[in-house]
Structures are given as C-alpha cells and as structure tokens.
C-alpha cells in the first residue's frame, strides 16, 4: 500500500448503476514496474461504462471493479522502467476501466499525451466519441470524400455517399454529422424524440427524421431514401439496433454498409437481414478492439488529431452537468433523465 487514502466508486455486484455503484475511500498502490500513479481530474459517463456495469460483459469483467473507460489526470508518480512520462503531465489512461476514482494505477504504455490548450471537460470527452466517430468515417464513408474532418483523400460534396445517422443528437451522433459536414456531406438524421430536432441546430442534415412519428416509423426505408433525394443510402452509422437498425439496412443501396456500433434500443439487429439483404455489407465496430490492436503510434496519431477535432469544435461534446465523486448516484440519475442534454462529467477533486 502506497499513501494517503482517496476515493473511487465501486461496483461489486452488476445491475443498474444508478443502484450499484457506491463509494469507498482506499490506500492506492504505488505504481509497479512499468505502471505510473495518476491523480485523476475529470471523468465522463458513457453508455459504455453503464453496460459493463449491468453485466453485460459479466464473462470479461472480474468483481469487484473502478467504472470509467475515460477520463484525464495527471501523472503523480512513475514506476520502475517507466521512460517518456513525468510526473506532473496531463495523461488519458485508456484501455481499461478505472477513471471513476482520485488515483488510478495504470500501465505507462496506455497513458497517452493530451493537447495542452485542450480544457480538463474537453480531455475527458476527447477519446471514445471523438476517436469512434474519426475511424468509422475513415473506414466506412468512402474515404474519396473524408479530407476534410477525417484527414485523408479530397473533400467535396460532388460523388459524397448519401449517410444516415441514427441516435443523430447523442453525443457521437453529432460528432459525426459535424465531421461529416466538414467534409461536404449533409446526412440523413434520424432521432426519437421531437426535441432532439433543437440540438441538431446548426448542423447540415438532409433531413431530420424522428422515430415518434408513426408515419416514419412505419415507413422507415421508404422514408430514408425520400429524404436522401431519391436516393438509396450508401452508409448508416446505427447506434440503435433492433427494429430501426433493420429498417435503416433495408434502406441501403446494393453494396452499402451498415456499420452498427450501439445497442441503445437494448435490441440486437433482426437476424433476418442476412437473407433479406445478402448485398449489403454489415459492420460491427468496437473501439476497444480497435485500440487493442492498434500499433501504438497509430493510435496516439488517431487520438491526437481526434483531439485536435475536439479542440475546434467539430467533436466537440456539450456538457450537461459536472458533479463531484461524492455524487456519483446524482450524477448517474442524471444521465438516465429523459432530455439531458450533453455529457455527464465526474470530478476527481
Ligand atoms: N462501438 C463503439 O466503440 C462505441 C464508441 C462510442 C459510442 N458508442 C455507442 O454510441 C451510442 C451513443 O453514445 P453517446 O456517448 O453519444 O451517448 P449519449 O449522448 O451520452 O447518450 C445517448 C443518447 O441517445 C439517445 N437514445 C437513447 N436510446 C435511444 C434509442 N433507442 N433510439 C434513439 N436514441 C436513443 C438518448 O437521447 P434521447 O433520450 O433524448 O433520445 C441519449 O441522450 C451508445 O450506444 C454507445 O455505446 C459505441
């Protein structure tokens, strides 16, 4: 044991975080060879964090456990064999969870530099939505038009694929519009409440579709290709899944890509697509295998021009509220209230 008690959250039985994360103060370890100590200032909430706490990932996550895939801190203390980090520089320890805490040991190797003119709010927003959103649009928008946000190829909206985003005014959804319009396209947005259509102002869309509307819903396929001119989709970015993720594929062009990287509706894609739709191609993408496979300067390049999008706005995630560790309950009650509006942020201080 290595000092001064702190504190972090804690999970040591799965269900809903709002019902099971509490708080403990406990004596961090000192950092091993090749680990460093770093004092955390700032963490966000995420989708990600909220299902690995109900257990959905129970076969790959060890009880008890610190939540928190994100967040940004500064290096207190280096271990043994730790080269290119000092004390006192401001760090994202990724890979792991564990940002939901005042003291986080982690590995050198997965802490990675923050911009320094990025604010503590924007680092700790700056890498699952932001390095999501870049890579999918690198990968699966038709990189001939991805030179202006996504940094390859010749922008312009002339030949651009039409693209659907669903989820459109969650955090990533705009992200991803936004990067998109850098680069000339004006997406299909698809969103489920009316009230989202006010934290798409501002954005370029095709058009906004909400879910609520029965005749959309009801209609969806045909609905997508009205409002993207006539014209089948050739990619969807899906956050949703179920019903709506199937009916967003059926809307696709011969040859289009779904790429479905969330379940927000709780509800997997309809197995039927395979047979309905043989010609469309559909992705599953994960960060987090990403990540662990990335050749390390791959990964700090993504990360720091994903950040470099933070700072000028284009990934860019509205915050909602800031609450203290203490309050970490308050503040999961506040990310599951209907109409929040930006990201929930935890403060390590
Ligand atoms: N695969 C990956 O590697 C990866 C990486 C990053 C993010 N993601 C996924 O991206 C999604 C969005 O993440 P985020 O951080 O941007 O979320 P967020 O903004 O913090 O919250 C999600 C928002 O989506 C809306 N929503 C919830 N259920 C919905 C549904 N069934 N249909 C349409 N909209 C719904 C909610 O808004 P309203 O209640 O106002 O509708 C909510 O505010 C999550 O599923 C997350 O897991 C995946």
Redesign the pocket.
């Known amino acids: 044991m290595g000092g001064t008690p702190v504190l972090r959250c804690v999970v040591r039985t799965f269900g809903p975080a709002v019902d099971v994360v509490t708080t403990e103060t406990y004596d961090p370890p000192r950092p091993g060879p090749g680990e460093v100590s770093v004092r955390m200032l700032m963490a966000s909430v995420?989708?990600?964090d909220l299902?690995t706490i109900s257990g959905a990932y129970a076969s790959r996550t060890t009880l008890p456990f610190v939540p928190g895939f994100e967040g940004v801190g500064v290096v207190e203390a280096t271990g043994p064999g730790v080269r290119g980090l000092a004390a006192g520089q401001r760090v994202l320890p990724i890979g792991s969870a564990g940002a939901w805490q005042q003291t986080k040991v982690a590995e050198a190797r997965w802490c990675l530099p923050v911009l320094p003119h990025l604010t503590d709010e924007q680092a700790a927003t700056s890498y699952?939505?932001p390095l999501?959103a870049l890579l999918m649009l690198r990968q699966y928008v038709d990189p001939g038009m991805d030179g202006g946000a996504t940094g390859t190829g010749v922008p312009g909206a002339a030949g651009a694929p039409g693209v659907v985003v669903?989820?459109a005014?969650?955090?990533?959804?705009r992200m991803a519009i936004r990067m998109l319009n850098r680069d000339g396209v004006e997406p299909v947005a698809v969103?489920?409440?009316p009230?989202?259509r006010e934290q798409l102002a501002g954005l370029r869309t095709a058009a906004v579709l909400c879910?609520s509307d029965a005749a959309v819903r009801e209609s969806l396929p045909a609905v997508v290709r009205e409002a993207a001119g006539g014209r089948p989709p050739a990619v969807v970015l899906d956050?949703?899944g179920g019903a709506?993720g199937g009916d967003l594929a059926r809307a696709l062009a011969p040859g289009g890509t779904l790429v479905h990287?969330?379940?927000?509706?709780g509800r997997p894609l309809p197995p039927s697509l395979a047979t309905e739709r043989p010609d469309v191609r559909i992705v599953l993408?994960?960060?987090?295998d990403w990540v662990h496979t990335a050749d390390p300067a791959r990964l700090t390049d993504a990360l720091a021009r994903a950040q470099r999008l933070v700072a000028d706005g284009t990934a860019a995630s509205a915050v909602a509220h800031v609450l203290p560790l203490t309050d970490v309950r308050e503040a999961l009650r506040r990310e599951a209230a209907?109409?929040?509006t930006g990201?929930i942020l935890l403060r390590a201080d």
């Open positions: 995420n989708p990600s299902v699952i939505n999501t669903n989820a005014a969650s955090a990533i959804g969103v489920r409440h009230r989202s879910t956050a949703v709506e990287y969330g379940l927000l509706s993408f994960r960060l987090r209907p109409g929040r990201k």
